[in-house]
């Protein structure tokens, strides 16, 4: 990433560094490194007390880098949103190179710069000790390093890795590796003024067409960033200090956001659509979808002053309770927690959807057919049950089964809190985050324990009902196919209402084809997904 981005220019120099001990980093979550986007906001509302002010640290193009026709869906520098029409930047095209001039890492060097300093001025790092860097992410991970004096750093090397320029009447060979979005002619040069500003970036299409490995750079840094896309393993997460920008805590952000999912899917002050749809209405599993990556969609455009004020106050607290904490392993890992709950149901809950999906028969052998569908969503089920429950002492009348298993039974309400505590505090929380953290893991628990026991008791009370007598001696009860029929159709609403307000879309995220040699299964993300993405 170092030698695509500031790389392939004469003179340029690798320097490789060791590091002495675990060293210590604030990181940044989310795609915060990148320009582009709103990635660098949670910086910016972090740096100026809220989202008043955007200036410094919007890093959208001038207007004059624009496709033809198109608003940038942000502000930008050199004049406000659909000012005049688009214009040919010097020496470029429209869309698709950066202007003349123009340097998207500029307010880069501002944001390293304060952050840092936040650092050192709040007593939580200085040269040697404490958080010394900033971690951050756009394709792959990257560290913003404060002083690379430090005593915790060691330089390796300092390479010239410039390599000798391809003659200038001879065309750099295309080659299977060079991306075909990269094989484009050099629009403009980003000569570095060294001594006068901070170094601009070069990256695709910005440094001299005879640099021998100007394309195969780029592909390099993004295969590498592919690889780690899912999380850089020299990274370990300190659980004590981490900070939501879900937290209860930020009132302004939070009822904004709500408020904005209520008028984005139509819904009203209880949270379900004023338009009833019905489980085959052809909106409702759009809608749901839209509710699972409702997400994507949050942004940080609403943290007031208020906010702002409680932010720094419990960031700082946490990080300076996080250096001063006795390493005597007694610290609850709550991304951990977080990660098993996500891992140990994401792929259940998508295989039992799938079976309650399934058409069931109207054939004459429509009994045998729905008792083998119910065996296996029973199979599925009893594994959600399994570390909860206890079942009754058999055997079980007909007319009593209702209540054995109905929801509101002591059997539900015993398996339904072993479910929602299994990660329970034994003692009143002693830190605020293990209270607001332990609240979020309780909250997810409750609604996921609620909803699969649910559909658990009703599939017993079927199965004891219709398939598996209280003795041997009794004929099976011939079960109304409507019946089944329409509470499969149930199960499933709840199992997709379920799925949508867990949001766990990324589990959804792959490929469908097998990589072959040199190929990387990624998240279109930027830079990767190219210049002129907007969504």
């Excluded at 929602?420 to 893991?441: C, G, K, N, R, W």
Aim: contains cysteine.
């Amino acid at each position: 990433m170092a030698y695509a981005i500031m790389g392939n220019m004469p003179e340029s120099r690798m320097l490789t560094y060791k590091v002495m001990k675990d060293v210590k980093a604030v990181y940044f979550d989310g795609a915060s490194a990148n320009l582009m986007g709103d990635g660098t906001w949670s910086q910016m509302v972090f740096l100026k007390n809220g989202t008043d002010s955007r200036e410094p640290g919007w890093d959208r193009p001038p207007p004059g880098d624009r496709p033809p026709g198109k608003k940038p869906p942000g502000g930008g520098h050199g004049g406000k949103d659909g000012e005049g029409p688009p214009r040919r930047p010097p020496g470029g095209r429209p869309g698709g190179h950066p202007p003349d001039g123009w340097n998207p890492l500029a307010n880069e060097y501002f944001r390293a710069r304060e952050l840092c300093k936040w650092l050192g001025n709040s007593g939580l790092g200085g040269k040697g000790w404490g958080y010394e860097a900033i971690v951050r992410m756009n394709a792959g991970f990257e560290l913003i390093w404060c002083d690379f004096e430090s005593p915790s750093l060691k330089l390796v090397s300092n390479l010239d890795v410039s390599a000798p320029y391809v003659s200038d009447s001879v065309i750099p060979l295309r080659t299977e590796v060079q991306q075909p979005w990269l094989q484009r002619p050099l629009q403009l040069h980003a000569q570095a003024r060294l001594g006068i500003e901070d170094e601009g970036p070069h990256g695709p299409g910005m440094s001299d067409p005879r640099e021998p490995f100007r394309n195969t750079s780029n592909w390099f840094w993004f295969s590498a960033a592919a690889k780690r896309y899912t999380g850089d393993l020299r990274i370990r997460l300190d659980p004590g200090g981490v900070f939501s920008f879900y937290e209860p805590g930020l009132q302004n952000q939070s009822r904004v956001r709500i408020a904005e999912d209520i008028e984005r899917f139509g819904l009203g002050p209880d949270g379900r659509w004023k338009l009833k749809l019905f489980p085959s209405h052809p909106w409702r599993e759009q809608e749901l979808l839209g509710l699972q990556r409702r997400r994507r969609q949050h942004r940080l455009t609403s943290v007031d002053e208020q906010d702002a004020q409680y932010m720094r106050e419990a960031v700082e607290q946490r990080l300076r309770s996080s250096l001063e904490a006795t390493r005597d392993g007694s610290k609850i890992d709550w991304s951990y927690v977080a990660k098993e709950i996500v891992t140990r149901h994401s792929n259940e809950l998508k295989t039992l959807l799938s079976y309650l999906a399934k058409d069931l028969s109207d054939t004459d052998e429509e009994q045998a057919s729905l008792k083998a569908w119910l065996t296996n969503i029973r199979q599925l089920t009893h594994w959600f049950l399994l570390p909860f429950f206890e079942y009754p002492t058999p055997p079980y009348d007909d007319d009593k089964l209702a209540d054995l298993f109905g929801t509101h039974s002591p059997l539900a309400q015993t398996t339904l809190e072993r479910c929602v505590s299994q990660y329970a505090l034994d003692a009143d929380p002693t830190t605020d985050e293990d209270a607001i953290f332990s609240h979020a893991i309780t909250e997810t628990l409750h609604a996921l324990c609620s909803t699969v026991i649910k559909i658990s008791l009703h599939v017993e009370y079927h199965w004891f009902m219709y398939f598996q007598p209280s003795s041997p001696s009794d004929p099976p009860k011939q079960l109304l196919p409507h019946i089944i029929k329409s509470r499969a159709q149930r199960w499933k609403q709840d199992l997709r209402e379920l799925i949508a307000w867990l949001g766990w879309v990324e589990q959804d995220v792959g490929c469908e084809e097998k990589c072959g040699v040199g190929e990387y299964c990624y998240v279109p993300m930027w830079p990767v997904n190219g210049w002129e993405r907007r969504e």
